[in-house]
């Protein structure tokens, strides 16, 4: 589907009722995909914000967090970005990544900060991005795992760089960049499965 379309969509089932209600989703929690190709994603930041302003006309506030961004706040608050900019090239890539890993561990750290961003803001949905660029020291996964807990209330879509598929016999699964494929439950929405 071009880019427009998208935007039309997306416009059109998350400015409505049913999707801002949480309705039609059962018991489960409400986390949207909203999987867009790799090469896509600068006309994605641009249609990430388009629709921002166009929800913000219809009264719909969006808290929009980028993980990236959230990262690197998170290495500042904790006084160790600039650590971590003069050992980057002395350091092996595992290592470095250990460190990264523990630093922004989602269950103690990373999910923790979004929800002291939740608790600061108000807002009608949550829209996540970036998730491409923090792999593979925060996985979706345990992002969305950890999330379930504390974006319960408002409905969350995640902007994925690559694809999202639904098989009963082995669950959902995330392949980030259409690559890097894991097998894990997911408990979402494919956003362009739902009506509005």
């Given amino acids: 589907m071009p880019i427009k379309d998208r935007f039309e969509f997306l ?59 959230l990262s690197i706040d998170l290495l500042k608050e904790r006084e160790i970005w600039q650590q971590i900019m003069e050992v980057e090239n002395e350091v092996s890539k595992e290592e470095l990544m250990e460190l990264l890993r523990g630093v922004l561990d989602p269950e103690h750290h990373f999910v923790p900060a979004i929800a002291a961003r939740m608790e600061e803001a108000d807002f009608d949905l949550l829209f996540l991005s970036g998730i491409g660029e923090v792999f593979p020291y925060i996985r979706s996964h345990h992002l969305l795992n950890n999330l379930q807990s504390k974006a319960k209330e408002k409905p969350t879509l995640m902007f994925f ?4 598929s639904h098989c009963l016999e082995s669950g959902s699964s995330l392949e980030l960049f259409g690559k890097l494929r894991d097998d894990n439950y997911y408990r979402a929405f494919n956003i362009y499965h739902c009506q509005s």
């Fill in 161 to 164: 760089p690559g694809t999202y």
């Fill in 11 to 69: 416009v059109s089932v998350i400015s409505g009722q049913r999707f801002l209600q949480k309705q039609g989703i059962g018991n489960e929690v409400p986390f949207f995909i909203c999987p867009f190709r790799p090469e896509e994603a600068t006309d994605m930041e641009r249609l990430i914000k388009n629709l921002i302003r166009q929800l913000e006309k219809s009264d719909i506030k969006v808290l929009h967090i980028n993980l990236y961004d």
